[in-house]
């Protein structure tokens, strides 16, 4: 089992950027995929991207392709999202999420993922 922990939302001004972080407990972190989901208000819950520790290449969606990026550290056991480029349409809260298995590419349904954190907010003004 794995605790997710986010940290790093905030308010910004669009065209900013923020950097956000999953931290998980536990052993044998590098075992999980990990996925990034944004939830706007008033709209379901949708998939940004993920990693996991397979060789694959970090995924993104398309629509944050070029602004946002995945990276993990496995001896720190974290999985950071940077966001550059904010636009007020990223405006949501942001969660990370975690399915035991190395899985490529990071499936983008959340109900693959048993593992969820708190969320943090992110807020773009424009």
């Known amino acids: 089992q794995v605790q997710l922990v986010e940290s ?56 944050v392709k070029g602004r946002f990026t995945i990276t993990g550290d496995n001896a720190k056991n974290t999985v950071s999202l940077q966001m550059n480029s904010l636009k007020p349409e990223d405006t949501a809260v942001y969660y990370c999420a975690a399915k035991y298995d190395r899985t490529w590419p990071p499936p983008a349904r959340e109900y693959a993922y048993a593992y969820w954190g708190q969320g943090t907010q992110v807020a773009v003004s424009s």
């Open 8 to 63: 790093g939302g905030g308010s910004v001004q669009a065209g900013g950027s923020l950097r956000l972080s999953c931290a998980g407990s536990g052993r044998s972190f590098s075992m999980y995929t990990i996925g990034w989901f944004r939830q706007a208000p008033g709209k379901e819950r949708e998939f940004v991207g993920g990693m996991s520790w397979t060789g694959g290449s970090p995924h993104v969606v398309d629509y």
